[in-house]
C-alpha cells in the first residue's frame, strides 16, 4: 500500500470522534449491524474472565481447575481469530447491504457467512501470523530494523485485511482475486478520496487510550494491596515491601520495608480495565470494518449504492464535517 501512513496522536483521536459520532448514522439505517459486535464483545469478555480466573484457580486451590482454565483459555484464543473473523465478514456484508438500500438481517448475514468459510480461515490463519510477529516485534532483544520492519508489516497487514473483508463478504471471491479487488480499489479511488486511502484509520488508538487508565488502576491495585493488605485473603499475601524491593527503591515510597502486600487488589484492577479494553477494541475494530466496508463500496461498486447515502458516504469517507463543501458529493460508478 503505497500511501500507507500512521496518523499522529492527536488525528488519532479526532479520527475516532468522528468515527464514534458519524458511524451511528450508519449503524441507524441497519440496527443489525451492531448484533454480530455485541458477540464480539461478550466473546472478549469471556476470554478475559476466563484468563484472570484461571489466575484465581491457581492462587487459591491445587485440584486441577487452573490447569483446566488455562487449556481452556488457550482454546478460546487460538477459537477467537476465527470467530472474530465471521463476525467481521456478517459486519461488512450487512454494511454493503446497507449502503445498497437492501435490508438484510442477522440470520441472512450468518447464511452468507457460512459461504465464505475458506476466506475466514485463512483471514484467521493470516491474522494469527500478525498476532506472533506482533510479539516479537514486542521482543526487546530484537534490534531496531527488525522491530521497524515487523511493525511495517503488522501495520501493513491491519490495513490489508480490512480491505480484504469486503473484498470477501461483498464479492465472494478468493483470496489471489481479493487482492486483485484490492488493487483495483486502489486504481480506482476518486480524486476527492486519494488523501485518505491507506490511512490506518484509529491505529493503536486502544493502546494509546488505555495506557494511563492501565497505570492509575494498578496504582489504586498497589494502594489498596498495601493498605488493606489483611482484609483479602491470605493465598494472595506476597509478603513485605522490604522483601521484593531494594532499600533504595523504599526511600521514595511511602511505605516502610515491614509493610504487607496483597495483589489480589491489583489482580481484580487489571482485570476490570482489561475486560473494558477488550470490548472497546471490539467496538473499535468493528468502526474500521463499517469504514474500509464503505470506502470498499465505494470505490468499486459505486453504481449500486442507495441515492440517499452518496451524499453523506463522501464526507463520511474523508473523515470532514457536515459543513465542509464537497467538490462531487455525485457518486459515479469507477471507470
Known amino acids: 500500500m503505497d500511501r500507507f501512513r500512521r496518523p499522529g496522536l492527536q ?19 441497519d440496527a443489525d449491524i451492531i448484533r454480530p459486535l455485541v458477540r464480539m464483545a461478550i466473546y472478549a469478555a469471556v476470554l478475559v474472565t476466563v484468563f484472570f480466573a484461571m489466575i484465581w484457580a491457581y492462587a487459591v486451590d491445587s485440584d486441577g481447575t487452573g490447569t483446566l482454565l488455562l487449556l481452556l483459555a488457550v482454546i478460546l484464543f487460538i477459537y477467537k481469530f476465527f470467530y472474530y473473523n465471521r463476525q467481521e465478514l456478517a459486519v461488512s456484508w450487512l454494511v454493503a447491504e446497507t449502503a445498497f438500500g437492501r435490508d438484510r438481517s442477522v440470520t441472512d448475514a450468518a447464511a452468507h457467512v457460512a459461504t465464505l468459510r ?53 464479492d465472494n471471491v478468493g483470496f489471489r482475486d481479493a487482492m486483485g479487488k484490492i488493487r483495483a480499489a486502489r486504481d480506482n479511488v476518486p480524486e476527492t478520496l486519494m488523501g485518505v486511502f491507506g490511512i490506518d484509520i484509529l491505529g493503536r488508538v486502544v493502546v494509546t487510550i488505555f495506557a494511563p487508565i492501565y497505570t492509575l488502576l494498578a496504582l489504586a491495585g ?63 475494530t468493528t468502526l474500521k470494518v463499517i469504514y474500509f466496508t464503505l470506502f470498499y463500496a465505494r470505490t468499486l461498486h459505486a453504481g449500486s449504492l442507495s441515492e440517499d447515502i452518496r451524499g453523506e458516504l463522501e464526507r463520511y469517507l474523508r473523515l470532514e464535517g457536515e459543513d465542509a463543501e464537497s467538490p462531487d458529493d455525485g457518486v459515479t460508478a469507477p471507470g
Not at 522491530?147 to 501493513?156: F, P, Q, V, Y
Open 118 to 170: 475458506g476466506q475466514a480461515r485463512i483471514l484467521a490463519l493470516l491474522d494469527m501470523g500478525a498476532a506472533w510477529i506482533a510479539s516479537r516485534k514486542n521482543n526487546n532483544k530484537s534490534g531496531l530494523l527488525t522491530n521497524l520492519l515487523l511493525s511495517a508489516i503488522t501495520e501493513g497487514w491491519d490495513l490489508v485485511n480490512h480491505f480484504l473483508l469486503p473484498a470477501f463478504a461483498i
Open 222 to 284: 498497589v494502594a489498596l494491596g498495601t493498605w488493606l493488605a489483611g482484609v483479602f485473603p491470605q493465598a494472595f499475601h506476597a509478603g513485605q515491601f522490604g522483601d521484593m524491593l531494594p532499600p533504595e527503591a523504599l526511600e521514595w515510597l511511602p511505605i516502610s520495608a515491614t509493610s504487607e502486600f496483597n495483589w489480589l487488589p491489583l489482580l481484580v484492577a487489571i482485570f476490570l480495565g482489561k475486560v473494558v479494553a477488550a470490548v472497546f477494541e471490539r467496538a473499535v
Open 11 to 29: 488525528e488519532r483521536f479526532t479520527q475516532l470522534a468522528y468515527l464514534l459520532k458519524h458511524t451511528v448514522t450508519i449503524v441507524g439505517r
